[in-house]
């Protein structure tokens, strides 16, 4: 299933300087000329500024395995942008892969900080059934939640006090699910925008969100998830899963009875996804995927909750947290809940070494390995849209007006015309070629 991530990092004051900084490293293969702060990548991938953060898109996956080397290109990016501009100004400024700072504003007392998940999935099949990804989204916290503090209490997943509503096309709602229909592709396909998804540096934590959430989609369009029990009050029910740590987790129905959140998803989401790969072939990374999310099920479901801390986001996050006065140093004057704080935000700093140093201290689980992610950062997911683009941009840099993700606009002088690519696989050497004729012929028809 074709997918794509969008990570907002915290930046401060300094968004405009870290992204005309990360331009100076030639990674950018096209920047519109019309004042607005965003510009491709190299891998396909986007990069632009949204309000006081710095955001990074991957380009368009195949599945979640691809995707999850793409999400850490992203972190590399990042990572880049804030050495060049330490580079040329002398000041660090680290870039937080979090899920709520502080309001810069100060009208509220925090703001969201997210990654947005899409999913390229059939309109009618998923229009129709929206509704049955409403219970997942709210119950998978307990498997994906990043973890973090929220006025000094520790949750399972901090953004649980944002969402206002189920679905909006307007972001200031908070929505769960955004209904805002952007497909970039065929009119056949809609997009699932996730927007209740948050950052995580654990890998397996990354995966799993991707890849239970795309079996989860493939179920409903395949009709192997016809119907589950409605939540009663979901916005409340996920705030309330996320301020339980023992793993005792209950949701009420609307029919009258309360259920189990391991049992709800073994019983309705888990048995979908397993016909699914019944009815298919899976790949070797869907087996793995299908392997882990039982695994963790398990744990959770006999109160091991430790048990998956090198794996599982939220719980690696708590128990960084216990360790704070036994590993670590903390500043003299700085109070015990201040340094737990302190120690998350630079856990999720992509530009601070504390997660990696935890990936070789104490065990915490990789699956993708640096060259990938190296590849990743380089050059688009192959003979994708992605590889198309980055062509496009390089053949007629001086000729584009603009590019989207689907089409290019060439300057009015020589035909402002949309080329569109709604097709995000199968561009083959031939096929870019072809499409990359077709393109000139226009411009030397124009001269």
Request: with cysteine; charged share 25%; net charge negative.
């Amino acid at each position: 299933m074709w997918q794509g991530a969008e990570q907002e990092f915290a930046a401060g004051s300094w968004p405009m300087g870290l992204f005309e900084a990360l331009g100076k490293r030639g990674v950018y293969v096209f920047k519109p000329d019309d004042g607005i702060p965003r510009a491709f990548l190299r891998n396909g991938g986007l990069c632009y500024i949204h309000g006081n953060l710095f955001e990074v898109c991957t380009p368009e996956c195949r599945n979640p395995l691809e995707m999850l080397a793409y999400e850490k290109a992203c972190e590399a990016y990042a990572r880049l942008a804030s050495w060049t501009y330490q580079e040329d100004t002398g000041e660090q400024v680290h870039l937080y892969k979090t899920n709520i700072a502080t309001d810069p504003k100060g009208e509220v007392p925090y703001t969201t900080v997210g990654s947005h998940e899409n999913y390229l999935v059939k309109r009618e099949k998923y229009v129709e059934n929206i509704h049955l990804l409403i219970p997942y989204l709210v119950l998978r916290q307990v498997f994906c939640g990043a973890g973090g503090y929220v006025n000094g209490r520790y949750l399972v997943s901090p953004r649980t006090i944002f969402p206002k509503t189920l679905y909006s096309e307007t972001s200031t709602d908070y929505p769960i699910i955004s209904t805002r229909d952007e497909s970039h592709t065929d009119d056949v396909f809609s997009r699932a925008h996730i927007v209740n998804g948050e950052g995580a540096r654990s890998e397996v934590t990354t995966f799993l969100k991707h890849s239970i959430t795309s079996y989860i989609l493939r179920a409903i369009e395949q009709g192997h998830l016809t119907s589950v029990p409605e939540i009663e009050a979901p916005i409340e029910s996920n705030k309330a899963i996320s301020l339980s740590l023992d793993g005792d987790w209950t949701v009420p129905l609307k029919e009258g009875a309360e259920i189990r959140v391991i049992d709800y998803l073994n019983s309705h989401y888990l048995e979908a996804i397993e016909r699914v790969f019944a009815d298919g072939s899976p790949a070797d990374h869907d087996l793995m995927a299908l392997r882990e999310f039982k695994w963790v099920l398990g744990k959770l479901d006999e109160g091991l909750i430790e048990s998956l801390d090198t794996s599982i986001e939220w719980v690696i996050k708590m128990r960084l947290t216990e360790k704070v006065l036994d590993e670590y140093i903390v500043e003299e004057g700085l109070s015990m809940d201040a340094a737990k704080e302190a120690a998350m935000y630079q856990y999720t700093a992509v530009t601070d070494p504390l997660y990696d140093e935890l990936v070789e201290s104490h065990g915490l689980r990789t699956i993708i390995s640096e060259e990938n992610v190296k590849k990743a950062f380089m050059d688009p997911p192959c003979e994708s849209r992605g590889t198309l683009r980055v062509a496009l941009a390089k053949r007629f840099k001086d000729e584009l007006k603009t590019m989207s993700w689907s089409y290019i606009k060439l300057k009015p002088e020589i035909n402002y015309y949309p080329f569109e690519f709604n097709e995000l696989g199968g561009w083959t050497n031939k096929k870019i070629k072809a499409k990359t004729a077709e393109i000139q012929s226009l411009i030397d028809s124009s001269r």
